[in-house]
């Protein structure tokens, strides 16, 4: 791990010597446009086809072990 963890604080170290004034910092190296669709309303199932291969169905949803069982 100490190893690892000096190629890092190494690389750091390099970083810093490199002339980066006017460099805008990004999130990633290419731009991305429109990469989500427009958040739209639509139907969703139908309660019995949604719960129509639950191994457990209670009170109309999805039924699960308590806690600690």
């Known amino acids: 791990m100490t190893r690892e963890l000096s190629a890092v604080l190494g690389y750091v170290e390099h970083m810093n010597e ?4 006017g460099v805008e910092p990004t999130a990633r190296v290419v731009d991305l446009v ?3 669709r427009e958040d ?3 139907p969703s199932l139908p ?4 719960l129509a291969n639950a191994p457990d169905e209670a009170d109309g949803g999805f039924g699960v072990p308590a806690a600690g069982s």
Do not use: S
Not at 18 to 21: A, G, H, K, N
Not at 47 to 50: E, G, Q, R, S, T
């Open 18 to 21: 490199l002339e980066l004034d």
């Open 47 to 50: 309660l019995d086809v949604a």
């Open 40 to 42: 739209q309303p639509r």
């Open 34 to 36: 429109n990469v989500l």
